[in-house]
């Protein structure tokens, strides 16, 4: 599998705006089915964005007209840009892979490949 490896993370108040950056090691060969979940303590990890292989893009509705994933073909970086922040985004953000063009379902179990994760905390 490749490497994944999250960053941009940090506390950031509510209505602010913070750049999740998902580096992506190793083949070029085939990006795949790219995704951003986030997981809140107690409360199970969730997709939030999936980028298809395609271009097309989906979102979680909780975070849709504030999210946007993207994908830097020569940076080979995935991003997820967060506006508007709400508390109730606070969680840590995974970044997620899934080889091939078969993006569903969008859960956590359908996705091999993981990064470490980084923490979004937002406050008031």
């Known amino acids: 599998q490749v490497p994944l490896v999250e960053s941009g993370g940090g506390s950031v108040q509510a209505g602010g705006s913070l750049r999740l950056s998902c580096a992506i090691f190793g083949s070029t060969v085939g990006r795949g089915c790219l995704a951003w979940f986030r997981q809140a303590p107690g409360k199970e990890r969730e997709g939030v964005a999936l980028?298809?292989?395609?271009?097309?893009?989906r979102y979680d509705d909780s975070v849709k007209g504030r999210f946007t994933i993207s994908h830097d073909n020569a940076k080979r970086t995935l991003y997820l840009q967060m506006n508007s922040l709400k508390r109730e985004d606070a969680a840590m953000y995974y970044c997620a892979r899934r080889l091939g063009v078969d993006c569903h379902p969008f859960t956590r179990t359908n996705y091999p490949t993981w990064g470490q994760g980084t923490q979004v905390t937002v406050s008031s």
């Open positions: 980028l298809y292989p395609s271009g097309d893009t």
